[in-house]
């Protein structure tokens, strides 16, 4: 962890304890200086797997930066008396560096989602980042997982997105990230986002850290997502008494 903010450890996971315009501005500096980045974003649910999968955890340990993304971490943090400034999303950043891309003329290679997300982003991205040289594109139903990082390699991107959902994209990215120097971030079901295929929690639930109760009412199959964090919480709870005593 080359981290250069402080950060707070919640369940064995070091978050970064800054803002989001800090950590975007940290991350550009890396991606100009050609540092290689591996930036996880983690919610409840990915801490939850990284406590069952210790191989996984490792895989997350090893990242540079691994950013609060969830409100679960925020009431994580306030519980052990550490409390992060704000959450730090994986759409958010994404959009940031999309857009600091296509103003500063740099070089992107997008993988994951499905056939048909990826198609509306061949249409979308052009358009909406006419100065981001787009040097991938292409979803995540691959078999081969070492041709698709030898393209990468070849195309030398200055940014790697991977939205293959966990664990398989942070273990993706621990597997291949030396293999450019640029940043390698996981951003989940950002590209369904970002296509207009799963549409965004307005912005009242947003601010009011309810996006998550948002989108399951609206996919009512993430409830079983939803179930983890009582049981994250307790977990919690039982590490700041440990500290405590």
Same mark, same amino acid.
């Given at each position: 962890?080359?981290?250069?903010?402080?950060?707070?450890?919640? !369940?064995? +996971?070091?978050?970064?304890?800054?803002?989001?315009? /800090?950590?975007?501005? %940290? =991350?550009?500096?890396? *991606?100009?200086? #050609?540092?290689?980045?591996?930036?996880?974003?983690?919610?409840?649910?990915?801490?939850?797997?990284?406590?069952?999968?210790?191989?996984?955890?490792?895989?997350?340990?090893?990242?540079?930066?691994?950013?609060?993304?969830?409100?679960?971490?925020?009431?994580?943090?306030?519980?052990?008396?550490?409390?992060?400034?704000?959450?730090?999303?994986?759409?958010?950043?994404?959009?940031?560096?999309?857009?600091?891309?296509?103003?500063?003329?740099?070089?992107?290679?997008?993988?994951?989602?499905?056939?048909?997300?990826?198609?509306?982003?061949?249409?979308?991205?052009?358009?909406?980042?006419?100065? !981001?040289? +787009?040097?991938?594109?292409?979803?995540?139903?691959? /078999?081969?997982?070492? %041709? =698709?990082?030898?393209? *990468?390699?070849? #195309?030398?991107?200055?940014?790697?997105?991977?939205?293959?959902?966990?664990?398989?994209?942070?273990?993706?990215?621990?597997?291949?990230?030396?293999?450019?120097?640029?940043?390698?971030?996981?951003?989940?079901?950002?590209?369904?986002?970002?296509?207009?295929?799963?549409?965004?929690?307005?912005?009242?639930?947003?601010?009011?850290?309810?996006?998550?109760?948002?989108?399951?009412?609206?996919?009512?199959?993430?409830?079983?997502?939803?179930?983890?964090?009582?049981?994250?919480?307790?977990?919690?709870?039982?590490?700041?008494?440990?500290?405590?005593?």
């Amino acid at each position: 962890m080359s981290s250069t903010f402080p950060t707070v450890t919640v !369940l064995d +996971i070091p978050f970064i304890n800054t803002t989001t315009a /800090q950590f975007t501005a %940290a =991350v550009q500096r890396r *991606i100009v200086q #050609q540092q290689n980045t591996f930036v996880v974003t983690a919610n409840p649910e990915i801490v939850m797997y990284a406590h069952d999968h210790p191989d996984y955890r490792d895989v997350l340990q090893s990242a540079d930066y691994v950013t609060p993304d969830g409100i679960g971490i925020l009431n994580g943090a306030q519980i052990l008396g550490d409390p992060l400034p704000e959450r730090i999303t994986g759409f958010d950043t994404l959009q940031a560096l999309l857009q600091w891309g296509s103003d500063q003329h740099r070089s992107a290679y997008l993988v994951g989602a499905k056939p048909e997300v990826i198609a509306r982003l061949k249409t979308i991205l052009p358009q909406r980042y006419p100065g !981001l040289n +787009i040097v991938g594109l292409r979803d995540g139903y691959f /078999q081969d997982a070492q %041709a =698709v990082a030898d393209d *990468i390699a070849a #195309q030398a991107p200055d940014m790697v997105f991977a939205a293959l959902g966990f664990p398989k994209q942070e273990q993706f990215i621990a597997t291949y990230r030396h293999t450019t120097h640029g940043l390698w971030m996981g951003v989940g079901g950002s590209f369904d986002v970002l296509a207009g295929t799963v549409a965004r929690a307005p912005e009242f639930w947003q601010k009011h850290h309810l996006e998550w109760f948002y989108r399951t009412v609206k996919e009512p199959k993430r409830l079983k997502r939803i179930a983890v964090i009582p049981h994250y919480l307790r977990l919690v709870k039982q590490q700041a008494k440990r500290q405590r005593s």
